[in-house]
């Protein structure tokens, strides 16, 4: 029986990602906006008046859409640009700048009289920038540009890093101030004069101080779990930096980064795992991540415990499920509103309302009742939910589930009595801690027998193998037949 038991919990823990998330709540649609060109990514403004903005990069050019009333959003204009499928959106004080990977540089506009009219400019630095994939304004007026190329094209892959622009003296014209050619940069996050630059085709984030802008410090660097570092940004804090790997079946990776010296990753988050899903990009609000994750739609994950990375709501923009890129591609988190807009490539312009749901936690370590020394390899249920996990090397267990409640708890080792806790509270926003010491099971022997089928007489160095879920044993008989296995449970 016991047997039995286990293989389950080694079965549900292979499953337990999928069951946890499946249980989030799903956000309430707001409004839709169809685009038939399509679309890539968006950003958000809000006026002075309050009123909320959607900046929708579309394939042929930038939508600006009244969102205030999010029942009934309004297109005020449509400013037809090169087509593309990429462009990216960011805004400092009331200008937007617009990155595009076709042509004319950086598309500049001058949001200040909404919602009555606009004005626009394009910025080239004098022809080094007449292509670029992302970018980045920070809190002091600096835009970061990235994957940029010049007129002629003849910037180097590896050498298309990140120009640097002023944007203080004269936001229509700004200043090229200098730029990182280290590595091709995809995208970057940037805070406090430090710069996260995600050099994706060497499967890295690189950290760059940029205090002095004649004179960039590369700090540190660090791989992700799929060589493919797509974008990052930075908890509310500052410790912990989340990234995205822009790969089928790729990660949401967390990592403490208070000594970059020695950066540690902390925790991981997978969207509908077995589907081959892929992330693309994460954003922070209140220690939550709300991540575009293309078919998979919008997913909020609670990282307030970056090392228990808990999805507590999602919606689900696509009808397409599994691997590739069409799908979710951009969201924006930040109006005072609360509400989240997201860009879908084939379906539109999304407006959502979050709740930003709490998880509630498990800790704890197991240990053994009778020498008080950690056990590794506890599997640890909760009963009803899907969830499963073992405990590592030190005994250190940890779960998470996307909302409270009274759960049963299961613990089981193999040579181990199975420990049960019905009717455990779990608080939403609170983590519950719990040691589990587990009393070893008594062994017994076992005798085989091995006889000739014609006169029962035992069969001598007869080889017999038992097996089970945790391994195989092998002996063989003697000369009675007999084989010995001793302290079996």
């Known amino acids: 029986m016991k047997n039995i038991r286990l293989f389950f919990a080694v079965f549900l823990f292979c499953s337990f990602s999928a069951a946890l998330y499946g249980q989030a709540v799903p956000m309430d649609s707001l409004g839709n906006v169809f685009y038939p060109a399509g679309l890539s990514s968006l950003w958000g403004y809000t006026d002075d008046q309050g009123r909320e903005y959607a900046l929708v990069g579309a394939v042929d050019g930038l939508s600006i859409v009244d969102i205030s009333q999010p029942d009934n959003p309004q297109e005020l204009f449509f400013l037809p640009q090169p087509s593309g499928f990429w462009r990216e959106i960011k805004t400092w004080q009331h200008y937007a700048y617009v990155a595009n990977e076709t042509d004319g540089g950086i598309f500049i506009v001058d949001l200040g009289q909404l919602p009555d009219t606009v004005y626009t400019a394009n910025y080239t630095a ?3 920038i007449k292509t670029s994939h992302a970018l980045w304004i920070d809190e002091f007026g600096y835009a970061y540009i990235s994957g940029y190329n010049n007129i002629d094209g003849t910037i180097p892959v590896n050498n298309r890093g990140v120009a ?3 944007l203080n003296a004269n936001p229509m014209n700004p200043t090229l101030v200098n730029t990182y050619t280290g590595q091709y940069v995809h995208d970057m996050y940037v805070r406090n004069n430090i710069m996260y630059a995600c050099e994706i085709y060497v499967g890295q984030f690189t950290v760059i101080d940029v205090t002095d802008k004649n004179n960039l410090t590369v700090l540190a660097h660090q791989s992700t779990p799929s060589l493919f570092t797509h974008n990052c940004w930075l908890s509310d804090n500052g410790q912990f930096l989340f990234t995205t790997d822009e790969k089928n079946n790729a990660f949401v990776t967390a990592y403490d980064i208070s000594n970059l010296s020695d950066i540690k990753e902390v925790g991981r988050y997978k969207s509908h795992p077995g589907s081959n899903s892929m992330p693309h990009n994460v954003h922070v609000i209140n220690d939550f991540l709300v991540i575009s994750y293309y078919r998979d739609g919008v997913r909020i994950v609670d990282a307030h415990e970056p090392d228990i990375l808990v999805e507590t709501e999602y919606f689900d923009t696509s009808p397409l499920a599994g691997p590739g890129s069409q799908g979710c591609w951009g969201v924006y988190q930040l109006f005072p509103s609360g509400n989240v807009i997201a860009s879908d490539r084939q379906l539109g312009l999304f407006i959502m309302q979050p709740q930003y749901k709490r998880a509630a936690y498990l800790r704890g370590y197991a240990l053994d009742a009778g020498t008080g020394l950690p056990l590794s390899d506890v599997a640890v ?3 009803g939910t899907g969830v499963s996990g073992l405990s590592d090397f030190t ?3 940890k779960a998470g589930l996307p909302s409270g409640g009274f759960y049963t708890l299961q613990f089981s ?15 939403e926003g609170q983590t519950l801690d719990l040691n589990v010491t587990l009393n070893p099971e008594t062994p017994y022997n076992l005798t085989v027998q091995v006889a000739d089928a014609q006169n029962a007489q035992g069969i001598e160095n007869a080889f017999v193998e038992l097996s089970h879920s945790q391994g195989a044993y092998q002996n063989q008989t003697g000369t009675t037949g007999n084989a010995l296995f001793s ?3």
């Open 126 to 128: 004098d022809g080094l």
């Open 164 to 166: 640097i622009l002023d």
């Open 381 to 383: 249920q909760i009963a």
């Open 395 to 397: 005994g250190n267990f």
């Open 413 to 427: 080792k193999y040579g181990y009595e199975t420990v049960t806790y019905t009717d455990v509270l779990f608080t």
């Open 487 to 489: 302290n079996l449970y």
